[in-house]
């Protein structure tokens, strides 16, 4: 992936003393959140997460952070310290561990239960340290110290890494809800006091820099949950990530007081509830939850389902309803209602979504009509607090795309920090903590690693391209016979065409131009099958571009008989 450092080159020698922070993913980005931290010749791994595939990633499951930095290193890393449970921060674990399987995981006692129960499906049994707030653990040359924050899943932690070369504040998602739902809240007193100590380069959540103000409580979202229960006539089904402990247990408890049954759909969701359930994070009201098996015997309106499939996701459960490729089928008078907003890059296929449900007959309750979602990022108003607070030497806005590291980066210039210590960097930028100032001075090769299947790394751009041009423009097979013997064409050529429009009778007015440049190439004594091959590709693609005005993928195939 680039960089809007071009000029850069790779890094020099850490210096004797100096911290060096590399993002491998999470920069620039929304997702695949991971932050390697170097110290006298060890390293420390700051989560470990993926980003979702978008329309232009045909085919592909998953985008990891690309490891190849610290492949040759990995006997130097001291432990992956994991914020919180989220995929964006711990889906690639497995995959990293793949390399090495007996990296220590560091992490809340709820985020470890996620990322095992991740691994176990992968095979592999990790070495785990959980830690509580308020808790320090050498890490090798690392002293970390573990704070309460807040985040749209419970157990979320901040962490403080000392080092001789500096002190680092990395805050992981968080924001400040006032009141919430766990009353667990950021812990601003710890905020201040490493203020007080020095916090020479604070690593702090963009997500919504842009947004002005701060970000609605949880607890304002359950009347309106409540209103949605109030007034469905039929089924509720309600839509939301996985592991948003928080979301569940508002719909858990309006279920309850509305006489209501819930059942959880989708091995994710009843995966990770379970887990949250059996740590005493999620609290199931008596006899509220059922197996999804037992709805048939309950009349509609006594239903509640909750599943995955906020995002749009089309092998989702709640894709596959608006698409009537799920046992349950959505009707007339039941009510969806998406607890969730939207990830950038998804509106089209959430809308999508939303529009097959009411064609269905179905009344959908999303955010753009209804106060049913909030974020758990910290907004603008929360970021200057947090500055304030801190007063950090340095900066370095990390978790967003460009613009959410340039807003965050001038809320942090507006509090006083000065405009050279605030570091913008994007995934694979070198920044080095030395003496008390942090600056640019490399880059390392940083792509994206795709999970294709059964597949890892093995798919690239150039197969992406390929699948877009099928996707996208269709594809032409022309195949020719040749006599081995004279060189001359014996048969064909036979065009075969798909994902066209027109008919392929089309294709009879290149032929001549196919028979005239094969006659040419074979009075020139062109024999080599691929140079054939390429005759033929430019022979159709000039003519599909110019009269077709398309560029499919081209596939001559050359027979010699």
């Not at 010749?41 to 952070?65: A, N, Q, T, Y």
């Not at 799920?326 to 969806?336: Q, W």
């Not at 099958?529 to 159709?540: D, G, K, P």
């Amino acid at each position: 992936m680039s960089h809007p450092h071009p000029e850069l080159t790779a890094p020099p020698a850490l210096p004797d003393g100096g911290v060096r922070v590399v993002a491998l993913g999470g920069l620039g980005e929304v997702g695949r959140n991971m932050t390697v931290i170097e110290h006298a010749g060890r390293l420390l791994v700051v989560d470990c997460g993926v980003l979702f595939p978008e329309d232009h990633h045909p085919g592909v499951d998953l985008i990891l952070p690309d490891f190849e930095y610290i492949e040759d290193r990995l006997d130097d890393v001291e432990a992956i310290v994991l914020t919180h449970g989220h995929e964006d921060h711990i889906g690639a674990v497995p995959f990293l561990l793949r390399l090495k399987p007996d990296i220590p995981l560091i992490g809340s006692q709820l985020t470890l239960a996620l990322v095992e129960a991740k691994l176990k499906e992968h095979k592999i049994t990790p070495y785990t340290l959980g830690v509580k707030e308020g808790q320090t653990e050498r890490l090798g040359v690392f002293s970390c110290e573990f704070i309460a924050v807040n985040h749209s899943i419970p157990d979320a932690l901040a962490v403080a890494i000392r080092t001789p070369g500096g002190t680092l504040l990395h805050t992981g998602d968080f924001k400040m809800d006032q009141l919430p739902l766990d009353r667990r809240i950021t812990d601003l007193r710890a905020f201040a006091r490493l203020g007080e100590e020095g916090v020479d380069l604070f690593l702090t959540d963009s997500t919504n820099a842009e947004v002005p103000g701060f970000t609605t409580p949880e607890r304002r979202i359950t009347p309106a949950i409540e209103r949605v229960f109030h007034k469905a006539e039929r089924r509720i089904i309600v839509a939301c990530f996985s592991s948003h402990v928080h979301r569940v247990q508002q719909v858990l408890d309006a279920a309850a007081e509305s006489g209501r049954k819930v059942a959880l759909v989708g091995r994710s969701m009843v995966r990770n509830m379970t887990i949250a359930a059996d740590l005493g994070y999620l609290h199931v009201p008596d006899g509220v939850l059922v197996d999804v098996g037992k709805l048939n015997n309950l009349p509609d309106h006594q239903v509640v389902l909750i599943c995955t499939g906020s995002q749009g996701e089309p092998m989702a459960a709640l894709s596959r309803m608006a698409n009537r490729d799920h046992k349950i089928e959505v009707g007339v008078g039941d009510t969806v209602l998406l607890a969730s907003s939207l990830i950038p890059g998804n509106e089209n296929a959430v809308y999508r979504v939303i529009n097959g449900l009411m064609r269905l007959g179905a009344h959908v309750v999303h955010k753009g009509n209804a106060l049913v979602h909030v974020s758990g990022h910290a907004s603008a108003g929360e970021l200057l607090y947090c500055y304030n607070i801190v007063r950090p030497r340095n900066v370095m806005p990390v978790h967003g795309e460009w613009r959410h590291l340039v807003a965050n980066g001038q809320l942090a210039e507006a509090t006083g920090v000065a405009k050279d210590r605030v570091v913008l960097a994007e995934d694979g930028v070198v920044v080095d903590l030395v003496d008390g100032v942090a600056r640019i001075v490399g880059a390392v090769d940083c792509g994206y690693i795709y999970v294709d299947g059964s597949s890892v790394g093995a798919a690239d751009e150039t197969l992406l391209k390929d699948r877009r041009i099928l996707r996208d423009e269709g594809f032409v097979t022309i195949i020719v016979v040749r006599d081995a013997a004279t060189g001359k064409v014996a048969a064909g050529p036979e065009i075969q065409t798909r994902g066209f429009a027109e008919d392929e009778d089309v294709f009879d007015r290149v032929r001549p131009r196919l028979d005239e440049a094969l006659a040419d190439a074979a009075a020139n004594g062109v024999t080599d099958s691929y140079q054939l091959q390429q005759i033929i590709r430019r022979t159709v693609g000039s003519f599909v571009g110019g009269k077709l005005r398309r560029r499919p993928m081209i596939i001559p195939i050359v027979i010699d008989a």
